[in-house]
């Protein structure tokens, strides 16, 4: 009998219906009955595309003697973790106060009121692996532990809850200035990895923000600061070379295990994908690397491949690492016997060269299973041709095997987010298919998301959740993009729109601020009736920084000084830890640089279709320039002004004599 999982939309607790444990979904009930029967709560927190997830599946809760003890002394809880933001950045943060760990799957033991008094990640099954407590001592030892010193635990309980309410805020007043943002680019410059690129050692994860924020100062210092160049080339060129790159279907996975970005975490999440899209299409405007541009056009190519839903218009979520429990990114990596299979001896010559194909591969649990990454340059000009051919027939050849699921839930921040990063995408690789998918995706989300009493709901199609500050802001981001792309006043006005609801129901009049849940809505156990207010990115941007980025732009596209009020008093009240969170708080870095420096506005007058005035545009949105805005106005006569602070050009009528002023 399936458990009352089943009904439930999302796919990750849909994955757990035929597991012997007696779910519960996250809800009142759930805690009515552990108070009812005065049990303490197990709270599994997940992803459908979490690998750790499906391994702790397969040993643990789907083994009938441990659903045995679980069913016998605890109430269990599942909770998708991208369902439910709000729940996981509460519940992390109370198992990194007890283990100086977090991550999925979350494994939290709370009383019956929702407080955590013990926890971790994954749990082994038995005694002694990974250096870990096996998962059925765990449960007996908690089982005994509630029973018999119920006190001890209460008290512990409501010692990490207050550590967590107060830690839920990390929002620290201070000023911004330009000594701030170059402090925190060389704080970031510390933690340079300069052999392999990126920052920090294994595990490494992408840290496109921090890229964007970098190459902003390198643009700055009109060329002087090579250091910052360099950090952003050879990270984006490392990652690029890299098996944390799809080479054959686009797109990136998750994180690198390996500090050289070769072995991957393989799942790949629509958020990730979005911001690196924006990073790649950024560098190549500056650099002109045409390295960046494959990468930007190969995660284009695997988003309308894989990741899109045409029929409705939206984008999915994240792609598996696994195809089966225990697998370990099997549909992924080659043996060499796999990648020899469909290709011709020169071909194959050329292709385990390049990918560093060997009988020895980098796959623990299959040691012939190769990451294809890329070692080495074909020889000469001859090869390069092989190695096109390679790469088609093995892509070929994978399309073949059965794919890791895709999880298609139209989540409302990440579906603005890979919008508007196919929005630069259209203008910059020329591909007006991007724009069109785009701003069918806005428009829906507008259409079916969006209520002016209650914000932006969650999930695309569906009521609740809603009230979170993420959807919200991420929306209006995109909102303005739209209208950067295509000049229509209605995508300001509804970024306009959303950040005046987020300043009745997100923003604290006390102390500045938005908080991460709408007011009203800060319903449920323990934490939840705090309202966090989250600064720094983790994994995805900080919804503060995004809401400040939202009123820097806001400002410079209608010069509206309110606009400038409300980003001045966000700043001031969140940027006070900006230099110490360095790379974690990139994009409010990219934030305050949007204050304290000069913002160039490029502003095109002229009908509208083929013409001096749209190719004029077209460059506009091209070129690369921090801080930029471009406004697209209708009229008869072709025109373009850029003004950068409050110096201002006077106008050219030609692509050619823009191109001459923007340099």
């Known amino acids: 009998?399936?458990?009352?999982?089943?009904?439930?939309?999302?796919?990750?607790?849909?994955?757990?219906?035929?597991?012997?444990?007696?779910?519960?979904?996250?809800?009142?009930?759930?805690?009515?009955?552990?108070?009812?029967?005065?049990?303490?709560?197990?709270?599994?927190?997940?992803?459908?595309?979490?690998?750790?997830?499906?391994?702790?599946?397969?040993?643990?809760?789907?083994?009938?003697?441990?659903?045995?003890?679980?069913?016998?002394?605890?109430?269990?809880?599942?909770?998708?973790?991208?369902?439910?933001?709000?729940?996981?950045?509460?519940?992390?943060?109370?198992?990194?106060?007890?283990?100086?760990?977090?991550?999925?799957?979350?494994?939290?033991?709370?009383?019956?009121?929702?407080?955590?008094?013990?926890?971790?990640?994954?749990?082994?099954?038995?005694?002694?692996?990974?250096?870990?407590?096996?998962?059925?001592?765990?449960?007996?030892?908690?089982?005994?532990?509630?029973?018999?010193?119920?006190?001890?635990?209460?008290?512990?309980?409501?010692?990490?809850?207050?550590?967590?309410?107060?830690?839920?805020?990390?929002?620290?007043?201070?000023?911004?200035?330009?000594?701030?943002?170059?402090?925190?680019?060389?704080?970031?410059?510390?933690?340079?990895?300069?052999?392999?690129?990126?920052?920090?050692?294994?595990p490494k994860f992408p840290h496109p923000a921090a890229a964007e924020f970098l190459l902003t100062r390198w643009h700055d210092s009109q060329g002087g600061l090579e250091w910052q160049r360099e950090i952003v080339d050879k990270t984006l060129t490392g990652m690029a070379r890299g098996g944390i790159r799809d080479h054959l279907g686009g797109g990136f996975h998750r994180y690198s295990v390996d500090e050289r970005w070769i072995v991957p975490h393989f799942e790949k999440m629509a958020y990730d994908n979005s911001e690196l899209l924006r990073a790649y299409l950024s560098a190549y405007q500056a650099f002109g690397s045409p390295l960046f541009r494959d990468v930007a056009t190969g995660i284009v190519n695997w988003v309308l491949e894989v990741m899109t839903d045409n029929e409705r218009g939206a984008f999915a979520t994240s792609q598996d690492a696994d195809l089966t429990f225990g697998d370990d990114g099997d549909y992924w990596t080659w043996t060499p016997d796999e990648a020899r299979a469909p290709l011709t001896d020169q071909e194959y010559a050329v292709a385990a060269r390049v990918f560093d194909i060997q009988e020895a591969g980098e796959m623990h649990h299959n040691p012939r299973k190769n990451v294809l990454w890329w070692k080495q340059d074909p020889a000469g000009d001859e090869e390069w041709p092989l190695l096109k051919a390679a790469m088609r027939k093995l892509k070929a050849a994978r399309d073949r095997r059965p794919a890791p699921f895709v999880d298609r839930t139209p989540y409302v921040n990440w579906n603005a987010m890979?919008?508007?990063?196919?929005?630069?995408?259209?203008?910059?690789?020329?591909?007006?298919?991007?724009?069109?998918?785009?701003?069918?995706?806005?428009?829906?989300?507008?259409?079916?998301?969006?209520?002016?009493?209650?914000?932006?709901?969650?999930?695309?199609?569906?009521?609740?959740?809603?009230?979170?500050?993420?959807?919200?802001?991420?929306?209006?981001?995109?909102?303005?993009?739209?209208?950067?792309?295509?000049?229509?006043?209605?995508?300001?006005?509804?970024?306009?729109?959303?950040?005046?609801?987020?300043?009745?129901?997100?923003?604290?009049?006390?102390?500045?601020?938005?908080?991460?849940?709408?007011?009203?809505?800060?319903?449920?156990?323990?934490?939840?009736?705090?309202?966090?207010k989250p600064v720094q990115d983790a994994p995805t941007p900080s919804a503060n920084a995004v809401a400040a980025l939202v009123l820097a732009r806001l400002w410079a596209l209608t010069d509206r000084p309110e606009w400038r009020a409300q980003l001045d008093r966000q700043l001031a009240a969140v940027a006070g830890g900006a230099r110490e969170l360095s790379l974690y708080g990139s994009t409010l870095l990219r934030a305050a640089d949007w204050a304290v420096h000069p913002v160039t506005r490029i502003e095109v007058t002229g009908p509208r279709g083929d013409g001096p005035a749209c190719a004029m545009h077209l460059l506009a949105l091209q070129t690369y320039r921090p801080r930029k805005v471009v406004v697209r106005r209708i009229g008869s006569t072709p025109a373009a002004t850029v003004c950068v602070g409050t110096s201002c050009s006077l106008p050219v009528t030609t692509p050619e004599r823009l191109a001459e002023l923007l340099a």
């Not at 018999?148 to 207050?162: D, L, P, S, Y």
């Not at 969650?458 to 209006?476: C, I, K, S, Y």
Request: charged share 25%; glycine share 8%; hydrophobic share 45%.
């Open 418 to 532: 890979m919008a508007a990063a196919f929005l630069q995408a259209g203008a910059v690789l020329d591909r007006p298919e991007c724009n069109t998918l785009a701003l069918r995706v806005l428009e829906r989300i507008w259409q079916e998301a969006w209520d002016a009493k209650t914000g932006m709901s969650h999930v695309l199609g569906r009521e609740e959740p809603r009230g979170m500050l993420e959807d919200n802001v991420q929306a209006a981001a995109a909102f303005l993009d739209a209208f950067e792309a295509t000049g229509e006043p209605a995508w300001l006005e509804r970024a306009a729109n959303v950040m005046a609801y987020c300043a009745d129901a997100h923003w604290d009049a006390d102390a500045g601020g938005y908080f991460d849940l709408a007011a009203g809505r800060e319903k449920g156990p323990a934490y939840l009736a705090t309202r966090a």
């Open 1 to 202: 009998m399936p458990n009352l999982l089943a009904s439930e939309s999302s796919a990750y607790l849909k994955s757990a219906a035929h597991q012997p444990v007696e779910w519960l979904p996250w809800s009142d009930a759930a805690f009515a009955r552990a108070r009812q029967e005065h049990k303490p709560i197990l709270l599994d927190i997940g992803a459908v595309w979490c690998h750790w997830c499906h391994v702790m599946d397969g040993e643990s809760y789907e083994d009938p003697a441990v659903a045995a003890i679980l069913n016998r002394d605890f109430v269990c809880i599942k909770v998708d973790r991208d369902e439910r933001p709000d729940v996981d950045a509460r519940y992390q943060r109370a198992v990194q106060a007890l283990s100086g760990q977090g991550g999925w799957p979350l494994t939290a033991f709370l009383t019956p009121d929702g407080e955590v008094f013990f926890g971790g990640t994954y749990f082994p099954p038995d005694n002694n692996h990974y250096g870990r407590p096996g998962f059925r001592s765990v449960l007996i030892e908690i089982a005994r532990a509630f029973r018999e010193e119920g006190e001890r635990i209460v008290t512990n309980a409501r010692a990490i809850r207050e550590h967590v309410t107060q830690t839920l805020n990390e929002a620290k007043p201070g000023t911004v200035s330009p000594e701030l943002v170059t402090g925190a680019a060389d704080q970031m410059a510390r933690l340079f990895d300069v052999r392999y690129g990126g920052f920090g050692t294994a």
